[in-house]
Nanobody, 124 residues
Framework: QVQLVESGGGLVQAGGSLRLSCAASGRTRTTYFMGWFRQAPGKEREFVAAITWSGGITDYADSVKGRFTISRDNVKNTMYLQMNSLKPEDTAAYYC?????????????????WGQGTQVTVSS
């Protein structure tokens, strides 16, 4: 019903910035919440940030608050994650996700649609 494709990952030095994009297609108006998750080697998939369809409400993990900014452009059907002041601990595969319904949660299994992931590597 909804297809998601991430892009924008790459290699960057600590303190640098990257901007991730998530292009959505299909019945995107049925997804009230969209978010970003990440998974590092040896770690479980974790919540990074989420945003409502209107973009009026956002939620951030404590580890990225103040450094990352989530946004969406509903005309382009694209969600973004601006990542500043990157740290080696941010190194992970980043995934775009979307959730149907009007209930909110940070648990990955609550999200119905997922992208393929884009790798972000931050060097020391």
């Amino acid at each position: 019903q909804v297809q998601l494709v991430e892009s924008g990952g790459g290699l960057v030095q600590a303190g640098g910035s990257l901007r991730l994009s998530c292009a959505a297609s299909g019945r995107t108006r049925t997804t009230y919440f969209m978010g970003w998750f990440r998974q590092a080697p040896g770690k479980e998939r974790e919540f990074v940030a989420a945003i409502t369809w209107s973009g009026g409400i956002t939620d951030y993990a404590d580890s990225v608050k103040g450094r990352f900014t989530i946004s969406r452009d509903n005309v382009k059907n694209t969600m973004y994650l601006q990542m500043n002041s990157l740290k080696p601990e941010d190194t992970a595969a980043y995934y775009c996700a979307a959730k149907s319904g009007d209930t909110y949660g940070r648990t990955p299994r609550l999200y119905d649609y997922w992208g393929q992931g884009t790798q972000v590597t931050v060097s020391s």
